[in-house]
């Protein structure tokens, strides 16, 4: 089956830091890729997306870089802040989605 | 903004009972899923749906069924719920953008099973 991980299962970050959280994807013919974000007792919030024709996508404080060659995807939050707080998992689209495990950020006042 | 709805956050039950999970999204999707979420596992594909009255199995659908009657609406059945199905379960519908199929989830349901 499918493989999706995430290199870390946790992250602490001063407020005010950059985050970069790291994911490698199993399946060279993914062809889109979606970050989420979830908090405690929530379900998974989209936070960003990326196709596999691109390499770099900004969004708000947060930006996906795709390398294709080594399968591997990241997220960049600037400016971490304690409402960032939250596990991250990746998920790759080819046919069917496949989720990563997860990163627990936690943000450091 | 898209709302995915399940019927309860918390569920405690027991072995052997019927266990129905509710979801319900608000946004006219044709596809619906149901994926469990354990602790280093990820995501996990249970059941999905491309159309009402359609079910397709997903990657662990044993010990599971679903119902789509309608188009809003799509549910989960535990027949008989033993405890290895004590999980978080998570609903989501899919809208088709510009870059790929959006995943939307719910607020999760997280089922204990004695």
């Known amino acids: 089956g499918e493989s999706v991980g995430l290199h870390l299962p946790t992250l602490s970050v001063q407020e005010g830091d950059n985050s970069i959280i790291n994911c490698a994807y199993s399946n060279s013919a993914s062809d889109y890729f979606i970050w989420y974000k979830q908090e405690s007792g929530k379900g998974p919030q989209f936070i960003i997306d990326i196709r596999s024709n691109m390499d770099k996508r900004q969004g708000q404080r947060v930006t996906v870089l795709l390398n294709k060659t080594v399968k591997h995807l990241s997220l960049q939050i600037a400016a971490t802040q304690p409402g960032d707080s939250a596990v991250y998992f990746c998920a790759e689209n080819f046919v069917q989605f496949y989720f990563g495990t997860g990163t627990s950020l936690t943000v450091i006042p | 903004d898209v709302k995915v709805t399940q019927s309860s956050r918390y569920l405690v039950k027991r072995t052997g009972e019927k266990v129905f999970l509710e979801c319900v999204q608000d946004m006219d999707h044709e596809n619906m899923f149901w994926y469990r979420q354990d602790p280093g596992l990820g995501l996990r594909l249970i059941y999905f749906?491309?159309?009402?009255?359609?079910?397709e199995k997903g990657d662990i659908p044993e010990g599971y069924s679903v119902s789509r009657e309608k188009k809003e609406r799509f549910s989960l059945i535990l027949e008989s719920a033993s405890t290895n199905q004590t999980s978080m379960y998570l609903c989501?519908?899919?809208?088709?953008?510009?870059?790929?199929?959006?995943?939307?989830f719910g607020s999760g349901t997280q089922l204990s099973v004695l």
């Open positions: 749906s491309y159309d009402v009255k359609m079910k």
């Open positions: 989501a519908s899919s809208a088709l953008t510009g870059a790929g199929e959006k995943l939307f």
